[in-house]
């Protein structure tokens, strides 16, 4: 599993984001103000080229933009804060996802951010991160058949 590629937001659909961003969605606008947060925690960090051109054509503020742009490092105070900015762009996603779809989105995410620190080791910086965004995914109360599709 490439865990620097999943740290850094992989698993977002920066489309829907987008998409979010269109219908003006409440939560596309926390998102903005996370990456505002971020921003501010992480200072003037060097956006990174190829994660900038992969957003560029995307309808996102250029706040969102520069954020997804510029992630810290695990072991960074700045870490935390990308990390809920990485939790307001999935509720932001999940906002263009029918109610039906969401269960399953949810049960994959949180197997795959479980494997992720499992693979990082769970008390290391890493595995924190992604044992955090874990637990920060909505719907716990769901059952944990993927296949379960509310009424």
Partial sequence: MDL????????VNWEAV???????TVASRLLLFAARRYLAARGGARPDGER????????????VR???????????????EWGRFIDAAIAAELETVSY???PPILYELRTGLSRAAEEAGERS??????LGRRDALPGADLPDDPGYLPV
């Fill in 66 to 80: 520069q954020a997804f742009a510029s992630p810290p490092r695990p072991e960074e105070p700045s870490a935390g």
């Fill in 52 to 63: 900038e051109r992969l957003v560029s054509a995307l309808p996102l503020p250029e706040e």
């Fill in 18 to 24: 987008g998409e979010s961003f269109g219908k003006r």
């Fill in 100 to 102: 039906g779809e969401r």
């Fill in 4 to 11: 620097e590629n999943l740290f850094g937001g992989s698993f």
């Fill in 125 to 130: 910086a890493l595995g924190r991160w992604f």
